[in-house]
């Protein structure tokens, strides 16, 4: 039986109505908001046939585990765990789009959120992570993300390079991120299908995920800082792909 998640907030909540209507449990509203858009969530909940429970604030409260749940909470049947064994497939379903995010060994679930919100806006194939030292989807990754969570295929891995390996024999370039690289973001062609793998915060990629990529690149700064954020070099860097596969 799957299990069973929280989730929260108005982009959240309606992500999984508009899109996973079938794992819907439970929804809870808050009694002391009645504007327009939690009315509006209300009303789309119960053409589902849900029995909509009206609770004090500070029942969502606990719920959400002091989260911004912005009046609404739910319970959910937990979206299917996908593995290396459906990358074949997503790989084959996106052809010469496919456009993969890579995330090694980011741990900040607020950062996991940013990047799954980000590769949403891109057209991302699908977020790939490590199982171990790196965030998962929680209550949190899915605020931050606003609903991305629920529309981004999300796999986790064991074991990162063999994953990439993986996706190079699907024809997938893989393109890593890293300071000492000598050619910057702008000087790489990301038309073909294209992994960008982003290192954790700080440590930058683990010495054999660098080593399996095919390229490297970085991004310029032109400023005193010496790196960016991870959500914010993701954005960065998949933007370009979306700029040079709308020209092309």
Not at 217 to 223: F, V
């Amino acid at each position: 039986m799957s299990k069973k998640v929280i989730i929260f907030g108005m982009h959240s909540v309606r992500s999984v109505m508009s899109q996973h209507p079938e794992r819907l449990v439970e929804v809870f509203a808050t009694r002391e908001r009645q504007d327009k858009p939690l009315q509006e969530l209300v009303s789309q909940a119960q053409k589902l046939g849900m029995r909509v429970q009206f609770v004090p604030k500070a029942t969502l409260d606990k719920k959400a585990e002091g989260g911004n749940h912005q009046g609404v909470v739910i319970t959910a049947l937990e979206a299917p765990q996908l593995t290396e064994n459906d990358l074949d497939a997503l790989c084959e379903k996106a052809g010469k789009k496919a456009l993969f995010l890579v995330l090694d060994g980011v741990t900040d679930p607020h950062n996991l959120g940013a990047c799954l919100r980000t590769a949403d806006a891109t057209g991302v194939t699908a977020v790939i992570v490590p199982k171990d030292k790196s965030a998962s989807i929680n209550p949190t990754v899915r605020k931050v993300a606003s609903g991305a969570a629920e529309a981004v295929p999300f796999v986790q891995v064991t074991n990162l390079a063999r994953t990439l390996r993986q996706l190079q024999d699907n024809q997938v370039w893989v393109v890593g991120t890293a300071g000492e690289a000598t050619k910057n973001l702008y000087e790489v062609d990301y038309t073909g299908p294209v992994a960008i793998v982003m290192g954790a915060e700080g440590d930058g990629m683990r010495r054999l995920t660098r080593e399996t990529c095919d390229e490297l690149i970085k991004i310029p700064l032109l400023g005193t800082v010496s790196s960016l954020n991870v959500s914010v070099a993701t954005g960065v860097t998949l933007y370009e792909v979306v700029r040079q596969r709308h020209d092309s």
